[in-house]
């Protein structure tokens, strides 16, 4: 389903992501998993096309989306929930949830899909009017999966959804992963929680110093050395 | 059914609204009428600014130039249709006021497209000095430019346009309102929220920011249009850097973002310096010494609604200390200006002191109360409606 083929991308003169390849099938959870400063959100970015690769090829449902415009790559079917939330925080609930749906014109389908959302999400249905810089963290993370699922994603990128977040809350976001994953949005989620990542994903890569240094199975790097050492605590 | 029903009402009665005022014009004086349709002309002013600044959150202080570019186009017209004889020094036809104004919607906006570009690429303080330097820049030129009159002005045949000035007002703010209510609008606010946020949402980042400057912009041409005609003569000085800041002030006043907010504030500070016109020169020691107790007295209620907020007493012995300290300080400062020959026994002309308010006054409003009067928040007739119903 998504295909990125030997991206750089750089900060001015700073390469933050050096020759990264990795795919993405239809149906599947693939986790990034890498320490503060290793690229993951700048890889996010880029596939969202917030971020241009200085090389390399992007490839989504057998189109070149490289040098797409974000808006653009939100319509082919790709939207994120942003590192931080990033939510309108003196917006509305209702409204964070609409500007989600913001590349649609369907509106019966948008009204479906927002019921949908709050069945998913019945605590932001009570706070449906509240302005969204008042909600918990937790709240404000479901918020965030929620408008961008109002885009009526083929594939979600999740950048960090448990940062922050007390155990049971991030317990209850993964689940809501799994949810998502079975009612066939392919997910692709960056994580320095690595061992609930790996937990869900059927894939996995490690990324460090932007560039790609292990990939295999959930369980498989669950249960390598490398990762254990490296980001499970030993 | 009922949501056009709605929208055919309040069209009307806009419309019934403003032949009311016109009415109430043509009654009155020639200043006073005069006056009613500036006003309405600043209301557009503020409302347009706030598209761009308060609602998309851009930072345009040059909202002037677009004003002038509306009437000029219009005076250019006039001059144009008198030099063939189609109209006479007597006045112009409303039908060609309408024209006017339709053309200078189209001038005016492309100027606001071809400004909003580089809104694109820069922020903020940046996007303040380009908009600022383009009105700068088009006063020089026009002064320049004898086809445009020069430094003395164009005549334009006049014409009663009070209930258009009206109109367009209520347009204005018609047009704000309702596109606040559609997710188009959403999107407007959510660019003020978080640019990259709304990129990645799909929000066409880009688009938004021109749409906001070319609306904005071509509601201020219209009335920069009205203006020519309501004058009859119109030259550089009227779209100097001061109007770009009464507007400014007007949008940051009224709470940036808010419509109502704005819509108040022009309206307030409209009519003050009317009343403030015919005050005498006032002597420039006390214009100072107000001024330091005003500081002094704003910084004390700073600090108190900031022990406030830790949960301590407003009105404590240092509060009242202060209170103390900006009465003496002013006197003080008041006396000791009289002792500077620079300063002693000069005055200042109203007109200056206006701008004196002003700077105040905004000051003032960013210590106190930085989101303005009305914050974001919106006052109609539904939620008087609402909290009367609670
Ligand atoms: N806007 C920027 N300008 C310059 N350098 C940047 C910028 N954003 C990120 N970087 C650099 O790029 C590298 C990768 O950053 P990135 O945010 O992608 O890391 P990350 O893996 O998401 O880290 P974290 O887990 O802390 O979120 C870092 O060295 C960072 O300093
Ligand atoms: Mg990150």
């Known amino acids: ?234 | 059914m009922k949501f056009w029903a709605i929208r055919v009402g309040s069209i009307l009665l806009a419309v019934l609204v403003s032949y009311g005022i016109g009415m109430v014009a043509q009654g009155s004086s020639g200043t006073v009428s005069r006056l009613i349709a500036l006003a309405g002309l600043y209301v557009t002013l503020a409302v347009s600014l706030n598209l761009i600044n308060g609602i998309t959150g851009q930072f345009s202080i040059g909202h002037a130039a677009f004003y002038q570019v509306g009437s000029y186009t219009a005076a250019f017209l006039a001059s144009q249709l008198l030099a063939r004889g189609t109209i006479n020094n007597l006045g112009t036809p409303i039908p060609w006021v309408l024209a006017a104004v339709g053309i200078a919607i189209v001038t005016s906006g492309i100027a606001g497209f071809l400004i909003g570009l580089p809104s694109l690429r820069l922020r903020g303080d940046y996007l303040a000095i380009v908009t600022l330097g383009f009105g700068e820049i088009l006063r020089i030129i026009i002064q320049n430019t004898p086809q445009l009159g020069g430094s003395y002005g164009i005549n334009s045949p006049k014409a009663f346009v009070v209930p258009y000035v009206w109109m367009l007002a209520f347009l204005c703010i018609g047009a704000c309102r309702n596109l606040l209510q559609t997710a188009h609008g959403l999107s407007f606010l959510s660019v003020r929220e978080d640019e990259v946020a709304s990129g990645a949402m799909g929000v066409n980042v880009t688009r938004v920011k021109v749409a906001a400057f070319v609306l904005g912009s071509a509601f201020a041409g219209a009335a920069g249009a009205l203006l020519t005609f309501n004058e009859g003569f119109i030259n550089v000085n009227s779209f100097t850097m001061d109007v770009s800041f009464i507007i400014l002030t007007m949008v940051v006043l009224g709470g940036t973002g808010s419509i109502t907010g704005s819509i108040i504030a022009a309206l307030a500070l409209f009519t003050l310096p009317e009343f403030l016109r015919d005050a005498p020169p006032m002597p420039l020691n006390a214009v100072l010494g107000t001024l330091a107790g005003v500081a002094l007295l704003v910084g004390t209620i700073r600090l108190a609604l900031d022990q406030k907020k830790l949960g301590r007493d407003f009105l404590t012995p240092k509060t009242y200390m202060g209170f103390g300290i900006a009465a003496v300080g002013g006197v003080i400062v008041s006396i000791l200006a009289n002792f500077l020959p620079a300063l002693a026994n000069r005055t200042i002309p109203s007109a200056e002191l206006r701008m004196v308010i002003f700077s105040a006054v905004l000051v003032i409003m960013m210590l106190l109360r930085p989101q303005g009067i009305f914050g974001h928040r919106e006052f109609g007739l539904g939620s008087i409606f609402k909290r009367a119903q609670a």
């Open chain 1, 1 to 234: 389903m998504l295909q990125v083929k030997d991206i750089n991308v750089y900060y001015g003169a700073i390469q933050a992501i050096n020759n990264v390849s990795l795919e993405v099938e239809k149906g599947e959870i693939v986790a990034i998993i890498g320490s503060n400063g290793a690229g993951k959100s700048t890889l996010m970015r880029t596939l969202s096309g917030l971020l241009r690769t200085r090389s390399g090829a992007i490839r989504f449902l057998d189109e070149d989306i490289t040098d797409l415009e974000p808006d653009a790559i939100v319509r082919r079917g790709i939207s994120q929930s942003p590192e931080g939330r990033k939510i309108f925080t003196n917006m509305s609930v209702h409204e964070n949830l609409l500007i989600g749906a913001t590349t649609r014109t369907d509106a019966q389908g948008i009204k479906e899909d927002m019921e949908h959302v709050l069945e998913r999400f019945p605590r932001l249905r009570e706070r449906l009017k509240q302005n969204a810089g008042t909600l918990s963290g937790g709240e404000q993370q479901m918020l965030a999966i929620g408008r961008a699922l109002m885009s009526q994603p083929k594939l979600l990128l999740l950048d960090e959804p448990s940062m922050g977040l007390a155990p049971n809350l991030v317990a209850e976001i993964f689940d809501i992963i799994t949810d998502v994953k079975a009612e066939g949005v392919t997910v692709l989620v960056v994580e320095q929680n690595a061992h609930k990542a790996l937990g869900i994903a059927d894939r996995a890569y490690v990324l460090e110093t932007g560039s790609l240094v292990l990939q295999g199975t959930g369980q498989e790097l669950l249960h390598s050395d490398k990762v254990r050492e490296a980001y499970l605590g030993g």
